[in-house]
């Protein structure tokens, strides 16, 4: 990474007992759009709030460029800010609100109403200008709250859960023109969610957050094809589970023995002592008529999500196994009771560390 516009170093908060941040270090890069992502109570909040200034933390320090902003109050660091409960200010239009961090910076009236307008246009609520909150749906709101955040051209733009409270398809449709908005701005997005596919979809970079410690952080492909931990392949997308022992090797395969199940594991630059267990992804497995495929299954229980259809399966051994399997492409019509078989590619099973 270039020069971080944004590090924090060591950062610890408690909470009695509870470690909200738990040593954590973070550098953001300029025009990165960055997900915090993690269960309620890992942390997030607490993270993006000691960047806003809202609170300080106990031990550590953030740096904004080469400037420490530890102490700073959150009016002297700029941050755009929108959070999750549309925080418009309701007894003034949306224009005003829009206008009201030009205001605060005393900037020329002119260039007030200019930058309103043009801010509008970007979330494309010019026609509601003078509307009043209440007067909006949520999904509105929120895009005269990003309006409002972006209207003095911040450098950093913090994100809580903006899209939290919209139902499905609309939170889907702001994921684009978020999206959208940050590689047409190239503001610096630091992005807080819990959803998953909201993270995969938009960011640069996820971190995952767990009880207020880093767990790990990469490009979306990254996390979700090569997780360190159960927690990770779990978090990010679904896993199966399998514990292995290693009976053999050779050149990066190894042979692998699962509870009677035998079947190769590809992981080139691991050692035989780090596989104990694997994590393999759900659309990684195939479905099969019996015999065809190397582990021998029952069909347990089937569920179509109509461009998918996720299928448990029940192996002797194993146990139950969930596949997930494109509907148009299905050789076969899975249903309770019939008798299938399994199998995947030996590079679709990930190692996975213990921590
Ligand atoms: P997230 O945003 O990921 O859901 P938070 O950062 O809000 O998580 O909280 C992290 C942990 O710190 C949680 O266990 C939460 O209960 C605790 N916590 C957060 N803020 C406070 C507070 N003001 N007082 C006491 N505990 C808090
Ligand atoms: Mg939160």
């Given at each position: 990474?270039?020069t ?16 909200a ?12 759009f ?31 460029r ?27 239009t ?12 005393r ?6 109403a ?49 899209l ?7 939170r ?8 959208a908005?940050h590689?047409q ?14 993270a ?12 207020g ?7 979306p ?19 199966n ?21 035998q ?12 596989i ?29 999500l109509g ?9 002797d051994?194993?146990g ?36």
């Amino acid at each position: 990474m270039t020069t971080p516009i944004l590090s924090v170093r060591n950062a610890v908060k408690r909470y009695g007992q509870v470690h909200a941040l738990d040593h954590v270090d973070l550098d953001v890069a300029d025009g990165e759009f960055l997900t915090l992502l993690g269960p309620s109570g890992s942390g997030k909040t607490t993270l993006l709030s000691a960047i806003a200034g809202f609170i300080r933390p106990d031990e550590g320090s953030i740096h904004l460029r080469d400037r420490e902003i530890t102490a700073a109050p959150p009016e002297q660091r700029d941050f755009g800010m929108v959070f999750q409960g549309y925080a418009l200010f309701p007894t003034m239009t949306v224009r005003d609100n829009v206008a009201f961090p030009l205001k605060v910076r005393r900037r020329p009236a002119a260039e007030i109403a200019a930058r309103v307008t043009e801010c509008l246009a970007l979330v494309q609520m010019e026609q509601y200008a003078d509307r009043m909150p209440q007067q909006l749906s949520g999904g509105q709101q929120q895009r005269v709250a990003l309006a409002r955040a972006l209207s003095f051209k911040p450098q950093v733009l913090l994100l809580d859960e903006p899209l939290s409270a919209l139902d499905k398809k609309l939170r889907a449709d702001l994921q684009w023109e978020l999206k959208a908005l940050h590689d047409q701005l190239g503001v610096t997005f630091i992005y807080v969610t819990h959803d998953q596919d909201e993270a995969l979809s938009m960011s640069d970079r996820i971190v995952i957050l767990r009880d207020g410690k880093i767990q790990q952080q990469g490009a979306p492909g990254e996390l979700y094809n090569r997780p360190r931990t159960a927690f990770v392949a779990d978090f990010l997308g679904k896993s199966n589970f399998i514990d292995v022992s290693v009976s053999g090797e050779a050149d990066g395969v190894f042979h692998c023995q699962a509870k009677g199940a035998q079947f190769e594991v590809d992981a080139k630059g691991t050692s035989a002592s780090q596989i104990s267990r694997v994590a393999l992804r759900p659309e990684r497995l195939r479905l099969a008529e019996p015999g065809q495929e190397f582990l021998p299954a029952t069909v347990k229980q089937v569920s179509y999500l109509g461009e998918r259809c996720q299928v448990i399966v029940t192996h002797d051994q194993l146990g139950e196994l969930l596949v997930s399997c494109p509907t148009w492409k299905t050789g076969i019509t899975p249903r309770a009771g019939l008798p299938v078989s399994i199998g995947w590619d030996r590079d679709a099973c990930v190692p996975l560390s213990n921590d």
